[in-house]
């Protein structure tokens, strides 16, 4: 079966600072990766994916993650977060692909200090 | 293009009562889900539809709920009759065949009291 751990269910940030979002998965076939973003009051938002090919993935909004398989991790990243980036952000795996479920981590509540 | 639209974006309802949620995808997405999301509990499946057919209902939690999807555009998702354990968020979502990722809706948010 596969999972999705993303550690703790809340972080805050400086604005400018960098936001770092970890989420590990565990699959026993190679993963697709996710990262969704909610803002409030609104539904969930591809941020980028992880199918095949380049490790790095960019996203939208600045963000960025990167797939390693010898840490069975997708780690989110952005070099200097903005008041805007404020949300909750979701880590997901896929089963087998293209048109498949999705297994979701708790998600993370991000906020950003002025 | 229009998103996914979900409808009612809230709905609170008596235990025992019926509630239908309904979603309206993409124009041209096959591909239709509904997910959940239990208070404090991660996003979880609960079906997938390839136009009018059920490709994968793995994830409904029992009988009291029945999702169709006729001819293949808008889908409902009843809860008949409705528990306390049902109150949650529930969110569809739409995509094309055979690709990545899929386009949410604002999701239903479902109190039961």
């Known amino acids: 079966a596969q999972s999705v751990t993303q550690l703790g269910s809340h972080v805050s940030v400086s604005e400018g600072a960098l936001v770092l979002l970890r989420c590990n998965y565990s699959s026993s076939v190679p993963p697709y990766l996710f990262w969704y973003v909610q803002y409030p009051n609104q539904g969930l938002q591809l941020l980028l994916k992880?199918?095949?090919?380049?490790?790095l993935v960019k996203g939208i909004n600045g963000f960025e993650a990167e797939f390693k398989k010898s840490e069975t991790s997708f780690h989110l990243t952005k070099p200097s977060a903005h008041m805007s980036d404020a949300a909750e952000y979701f880590c997901?795996?896929?089963?087998?692909?293209?048109?498949?479920?999705?297994?979701f981590g708790k998600g993370i509540t991000l906020s950003v200090r002025p | 293009e229009a998103g996914v639209t979900q409808f009612p974006s809230h709905s609170v309802i008596e235990k025992g009562q019926t509630v239908t949620l309904r979603c309206d995808p993409i124009?041209?997405?096959?591909?239709l889900y509904w997910y959940r999301r239990v208070m404090g509990k991660e996003i979880k499946f609960l079906l997938h539809f390839v136009k009018e057919s059920k490709q994968d209902e793995s994830g409904m939690p029992n009988n009291r709920f029945l999702a169709e999807r006729t001819g293949g555009t808008y889908s409902t998702l009843k809860v008949q009759p409705a528990e306390l354990e049902d109150s949650g968020v529930y969110f569809c979502a739409s995509s094309q065949m055979d690709t990545y990722g899929y386009t949410f809706g604002s999701g239903t948010r479902l109190t039961v009291v």
């Open positions: 992880y199918t095949t090919g380049a490790t």
């Open positions: 124009s041209g997405h096959d591909n």
């Open positions: 997901a795996v896929s089963h087998t692909g293209a048109n498949s479920k999705l297994t």
